[in-house]
Nanobody, 120 residues
Framework: QVHLVESGGGLVQPGGSLRLSCAAS????????MNWYRQAPGKQRELVAQ???????NYANSVKGRFTISRDNAKNTVYLQMNSLKPEDTAVYYC??????????????WGQGTQVTVDS
């Protein structure tokens, strides 16, 4: 059983920056692909960024060049650095742990979510 706890959300002005953190416990961190998802009001949850245990990266087109995902396997923590934030980035951001090799999300773990609001 993996437990994920996000932190770092908040209110920021357009153009500002935030760094989200997700601390994992209860599992072997390196056995999971770590993801950040987000869900805005009235919209479906979408994948924002992904990082494998080996460091391969994947980003949604809407955040490329602005967001950076990283992980510290020694600290069992994944980060999302968000720069040049836009109002359309406003959403609840969720940390996700996906077992390496799993073909479905049936065995994924999710954090409780952290609110990011971009507003002047």
């Amino acid at each position: 059983q993996v437990h994920l706890v996000e932190s770092g959300g908040g209110l920021v002005q357009p153009g500002g920056s935030l760094r989200l953190s997700c601390a994992a416990s209860g599992g072997i961190f390196s056995m999971y692909v770590m993801n950040w998802y987000r869900q805005a009001p009235g919209k479906q949850r979408e994948l924002v960024a992904q990082i494998t245990s080996g460091g391969s990266l994947n980003y949604a087109n809407s955040v490329k060049g602005r967001f950076t995902i990283s992980r510290d396997n020694a600290k069992n923590t994944v980060y999302l650095q968000m720069n040049s934030l836009k109002p359309e980035d406003t959403a609840v951001y969720y940390c996700n742990a996906h077992p390496i090799g799993a073909s479905t999300q049936d065995y994924d773990y999710w954090g409780q979510g952290t609110q990011v609001t971009v507003d002047s």
